[in-house]
């Protein structure tokens, strides 16, 4: 059997809920052997978020943990945190995402644990940086994306300021952690020395602005929200059809000449309103009334079938059911069946040369306290 990419790496885990735990999960995903530190009896935040629950416990915690082990320590017991430090003095990479300045404290901090593991990669997730005015506030993506500006371009224009349904900053910030975490392994391969590396929500939400944080940069002008309209493409939006909404992309000239020619409506891409996208984009309200009432004639399915085999992106709004079959009608195969009966959703990486291999099921709560504390007192075997 083939070598996972990072194979032999060890990943000392101190991160909770969802950023430090995805790009954990990654790097398990990827080979690594990922010890999670949790707290005793609790454990991970997640673990109590639900419902839904199943007998392996909550599903969130379940979405972000596979590939993992499990050691409970309370970093308040002299004896567990000394078992926190060997561990980190062992392993290739710490991530951790206290408030900044707790592990400091704890004797868990960077400059602590580098000058006893000089090859250490230190990686440091924080709400809003670590600087002296971010440092002492708390932050969940619900927070970050309310104050980095990205609710206030998500919703309608005429409705509320939305978040998407995930925790998007989140996200964000655990595959830049992943991509930071990474790119310091790869320098250390020139150096032999390890790096912190930081990354916070706030940082990854601005990020997150792309195009339209380019676009007030640049012109000085607040963006506003614009539903499931592109504010710099047209067509790019969702139309109701005679059943249920489509989803359209047309992003270039000669998509929206095709288009024209499924909809048999030469008209369209004659008229001068709309034969570039700046003048598409101009003229967006007329040209959204003439798609409406041209759509409305059919189901949604029709309209992607005719539509894609022109080469014009469009396909019906699915559900995340409807999403999963579509995925295995593709043939990716996105649904992982792990051992007790989890299913998770596969990892997006396809490696050919080094396979993600995530065969190991999310731990429960202290599973392999046994053996990784008697590895870390020095009476046992790491038993990855």
Not at 244 to 270: H, T
Not at 296 to 304: G, H, I, N, Q, V
Request: with cysteine; charged share 20%.
């Amino acid at each position: 059997m083939a070598p996972t990419a990072l194979e032999g790496l060890l990943v000392a885990d101190f991160t909770r809920v969802l950023a430090g735990p995805l790009c954990t999960q990654t790097l398990a995903d990827l080979g690594a052997d990922v010890v999670k530190v949790e707290r005793p009896g609790t454990g991970d935040d997640t673990r109590q978020w639900g419902p839904p629950f199943v007998a392996e416990g909550s599903t969130y915690h379940l979405g972000l943990n596979r590939g993992k082990r499990s050691l409970t320590l309370d970093l308040r017991d002299p004896e567990d945190l000394a078992l926190a430090r060997e561990l980190a003095a062992r392993a290739d990479v710490l991530l951790e995402s206290f408030r900044p300045g707790t592990m400091d404290r704890l004797g868990l901090g960077w400059e602590t644990l580098s000058a006893a593991n000089p090859g250490l990669v230190y990686t440091s997730i924080s709400a809003f940086g670590s600087g002296e005015a971010a440092r002492e506030l708390p932050g969940y993506d619900l927070l970050v994306q309310a104050m980095s500006g990205y609710m206030s371009v998500t919703g309608s224009p005429d409705g509320h300021p939305r978040k998407p349904g995930t925790a998007l900053v989140d996200m964000l910030t655990g595959l830049y952690a992943t991509i930071g975490t990474l790119a310091a392994l790869h320098a250390r391969e020139r150096s032999g020395e390890g790096q912190h590396v930081e990354v916070s929500l706030m940082d990854s939400g601005l990020a997150a602005l792309l195009n339209l944080g380019s676009s007030f940069l640049n012109t000085g002008v607040v963006p506003g929200r614009s539903g499931n309209r592109h504010p710099s493409i047209a067509p790019y939006e969702t139309f109701a059809a005679a059943d249920r909404d489509l989803a359209l992309a047309g992003g270039n000239d000669a998509i929206f000449v095709r288009l024209c020619e499924v909809l048999e409506r030469p008209d369209l891409a004659a008229d001068e309103r709309f034969t570039t996208n700046e003048a598409r984009v101009a003229h967006r309200e007329a040209l959204t009334a003439e798609l409406e009432a041209t759509f409305a004639a059919r189901p949604a399915a029709e309209w992607a079938q005719r539509l894609n085999a022109a080469g014009v992106p469009a396909g019906p709004v699915n559900d995340v059911g409807e999403a999963y079959a579509f995925a295995e009608a593709l043939g990716l195969e996105p649904v992982l069946e792990l051992p007790g009966g989890v299913r998770a959703a596969r990892s997006p990486l396809r490696m050919d040369g080094t396979p993600v291999r995530p065969e190991r099921r999310p731990p429960r709560l202290g599973e392999h306290d046994a053996e990784l504390r008697a590895w870390l007192a020095g009476d046992g075997t790491a038993g990855a």
